[in-house]
């Protein structure tokens, strides 16, 4: 990014003028700068993969968090009201820049994240935001149809990942309790101040779907240890959780799947680009969740939550 365009796009808002930026290392999807003009410090963010329509439904979604003060980075607004900046093919938003780490992982960290999972849950109105998770099982049928064609295979993953779609077909369904999820809570999309939650961020995957995918996807990014999941760990998430919106027999019965599925779908994703272009973090990140994944297929459920 040059000095000159972002200067340019400055122009657009009133929030000063740019005195430097820094470009930050996290993110697949997006490049991120931290920029620091005259009236302070704010996330400038080139999206890459999203869609303009994409990009319109986070910021209705948004919106209608910052009714609830839901804490999160809000987009900031240009001075004709809108919020996205078209840079050539990609689009520019600038948020709150809001300071902090990301968390250890630990009983404190993972109650904050279960009751702050369980608030964005419990949107009542969430059926005007309706839209399809991007980790989907037609998706995962897709590329499975892509692997004869891949630019670089992986025979013993690609067998992996035919065999533990099929099996996840069986069990993952919609007779479950639908809302608005994050869909992607991770520790590096959560911005903390010691153990205390400050922001969950990055709601490019912001959708509709089953409830119990968002504790899946959470109980994977903060109650797994050394790739192993942590009882304990999992036991303050769900009792937590619990106490701001209480998981049904149904979605407690379906929760190891969906810790499976949910690993699964991050799978999917880090293998449609190692498919296009070898990258060596993402090939190890994708065995280390195909390894996580077989092992808790290897627990009953009774074991999971007993």
Not at 176 to 204: R, W
Not at 251 to 277: D, F, K, N
Request: hydrophobic fraction near 40%; charge should be neutral; charged fraction near 30%.
């Amino acid at each position: 990014m040059k000095f000159e365009n972002i200067k340019r796009i400055l122009e657009y808002y009133d929030i000063g003028d740019v005195i430097k930026y820094q470009k930050m290392l996290h993110g697949f999807a997006n490049r991120n700068y931290k920029l620091t003009t005259s009236k302070g410090s704010y996330l400038f963010r080139i999206n890459v993969q999203q869609d303009l329509s994409s990009i319109n439904y986070e910021m209705r979604v948004l919106r209608e968090l910052k009714q609830i003060d839901f804490p999160t980075a809000y987009p900031i607004i240009r001075r004709d009201g809108k919020y996205i900046t078209e840079l050539e093919v990609e689009n520019v938003i600038i948020y709150d820049f809001i300071e902090g780490e990301i968390p250890r992982i630990n009983a404190k960290t993972v109650k904050e994240i279960a009751t702050v999972s369980a608030r964005l849950n419990s949107l009542p109105n969430w059926k005007k935001f309706e839209k399809k998770n991007t980790i989907n099982l037609d998706d995962c049928f897709d590329l499975i149809k892509k692997f004869d064609s891949a630019k670089y295979k992986y025979p013993k993953i690609f067998e992996y990942f035919i065999e533990q779609t099929e099996f996840l077909e069986k069990y993952v369904q919609n007779s479950v309790p639908y809302g608005l999820i994050h869909a992607d809570i991770f520790p590096d999309n959560t911005i903390f101040n010691s153990d205390n939650l400050v922001a969950v961020v990055d709601f490019e995957d912001v959708c509709t779907d089953a409830l119990i995918f968002e504790v899946g996807m959470a109980i994977n990014g903060f109650c797994f240890i050394n790739n192993q999941l942590n009882d304990k760990l999992l036991k303050v998430f769900i009792s937590n959780y619990n106490e701001v919106r209480r998981l049904s027999k149904m979605e407690l019965e379906l929760l190891p799947i969906y810790i499976q599925w949910t690993a699964h779908g991050m799978v999917s994703w880090h293998l449609q680009r190692l498919m296009e272009c070898k990258h060596d973090s993402q090939l190890a990140r994708t065995i280390e969740l195909m390894e996580r994944v077989k092992g808790i297929r290897e627990i009953s459920k009774w074991e999971l939550l007993k």
